[in-house]
């Protein structure tokens, strides 16, 4: 089945992350990158961030071996991943879809990493484990500024801290295997919206992925080989009281080149109810979705009445939805 190629010129606003301190965020570099950064995710809910603090050496060592030496696993170890809360495990044997995918829980703790490390290679693989983590625990350090700066220029930096221990982290690498030598590219992944807070997504210099604009035109990802793409998820989108904007996405493979992957996702706590602070809430910025808990909502997104709608969170707990007394109150 044949994709839809993203036919315009128009191009992800680019961000550089290269003069921005994390620990000193009071700069005129940092307000100038807040800025671009909360421009962005009003309009899009993604940028492409440059952060070139990760080595390509990293890179290459995460995608050049530890990745391929994960894939090229026997099916049933890799099955081994699977888990009962969607999203957290093992994602493959799709019809018509050449893709697999492994989920690490806190890869970017030595705990989480090894715990996963060890499901799939009980005698050890040392390398593979110290290039998981010290990958995740880097880019979970882009994710944490990404989403300060946002709460910054929101005026509610308070709710920082709060933010940081209601949130865990997750690494899904995934395989997309080319098509082979087919002219016309294939879907890869499925239009979707992410339900978590913030995706940072690295690639291994395939492109693949595009994003679908608020007019409903579909346009390419090309980061660079320091680049990074920010995509929102519907769970920032709701605590932000709709400020920021979680868009669809999708993945288009072609060519003759496997496309590889690696994604951290700031995920809330399942017990964490979502709901955007008061201060976000006024007579100019009505409240537009009901509190939820986050895992109740992913399961909705899961059921067979969740995915027949193209916009799950307004279905699931906008204040205007039309099952909204059905629904109840989930939190």
Avoid at 120 to 133: H, I, K, L, R
Avoid at 282 to 292: A, I
Wanted: proline content about 5%.
């Amino acid at each position: 089945m044949g994709a839809e190629t993203a036919a315009s010129e128009r191009r992800l606003s680019k961000i550089d992350f290269s003069d921005v301190n994390s620990s000193n965020p009071g700069t005129r570099s940092w307000a100038a990158v807040r800025a671009r950064v909360m421009q962005a995710m009003e309009s899009d809910g993604c940028f492409e961030a440059v952060y070139p603090r990760i080595s390509s050496e990293l890179r290459d060592s995460l995608f050049g071996t530890a990745m391929k030496e994960l894939f090229a696993l026997p099916l049933e170890t890799k099955l081994q991943n699977i888990c009962d809360k969607p999203f957290h495990g093992y994602l493959g044997q799709i019809p018509y879809l050449s893709y697999e995918s492994l989920a690490i829980m806190d890869a970017p703790f030595s705990y989480g990493a090894q715990s996963f490390t060890s499901l799939m290679w009980p005698s050890g693989n040392s390398t593979f484990c110290e290039t998981v983590q010290s990958f995740s625990e880097q880019v979970m350090e882009l994710e944490e500024t990404v989403r300060r700066m946002v709460l910054e220029s929101l005026g509610v930096e308070k709710y920082c801290v709060a933010q940081t221990e209601s949130t865990r982290f997750l690494l899904r690498v995934s395989e997309y295997g080319a098509p082979q030598g087919e002219e016309e590219k294939k879907l890869g992944l499925v239009p979707h919206r992410d339900k978590n807070t913030l995706a940072i997504v690295c690639q291994n210099q395939v492109d693949g992925l595009e994003i679908e604009t608020k007019d409903g035109e579909w346009i390419p990802a090309t980061p660079s080989p320091a680049s990074f793409i920010v995509i929102a998820g519907d769970a920032f989108r709701a605590w932000t009281n709709g400020r920021v904007y979680s868009p669809l996405h999708r993945i288009v493979v072609g060519g003759d080149t496997t496309r590889y992957s690696a994604i951290i996702f700031s995920i809330p706590k399942d017990e964490v109810v979502i709901q955007a602070p008061p201060e976000l809430v006024d007579e100019e910025h009505p409240s537009l979705f009901r509190p939820f808990l986050y895992n109740k909502y992913v399961h909705y997104c899961v059921s067979e009445e969740g995915m027949k709608v193209k916009c799950q969170l307004d279905s699931y707990c906008g204040v205007d939805a039309e099952n909204l007394e059905k629904q109840g109150d989930e939190a």
